[in-house]
């Protein structure tokens, strides 16, 4: 069988605080509701916004950060895979599905005092603060011309 990939990468903002719940064996499990924006031309040429919900599973370790260091508004990088489950509706005795993405990996996008950091549930483990090597200062003025359409590469 030819090799196949499942992977879901959003950078977004959370729709409402995280909601951490625990499986009677005690493993902790948190849904979050992340949003993402697409801006774009209509069909009368003038700018329009669109936003896509995304639906959020975090387990273990990952879902006591996101219930901890996680709020409402923030922006937040989540790495992880599609899946889809199914159950029946007890009212309309009607099979109901839900998307929604299992996330490995979670990286806090909020500048100081906001909670940046990088967490994963990989094989690396949950490590907490500044998984990437990334100079996240704000970059100092540098004295030279604007930049003009013929320094875009594209």
Known sequence: MAKSLNKVMLIGNLGKDPEVKYTPSGTPVAKLTVATNERFKDKDGQWADRTEWHNVVLW????EIAGEYLKKGGK????????TRSW????????????EV?????????????????FSSGSRGAAAGGGNNFDQREPEPVASSPISDEDIPF
């Not at 937040?76 to 899946?83: A, D």
């Open 60 to 63: 273990q370790r990952l879902a």
């Open 76 to 83: 937040v990088y989540v790495e992880g895979r599609l899946q």
């Open 88 to 99: 029946e509706d007890k009212q309309t005795n009607q099979k109901r599905y839900m998307t």
């Open 102 to 118: 299992v996330a490995s990996d979670l990286v806090l996008l909020g500048g100081r005092g906001e909670g940046g950091a990088d």
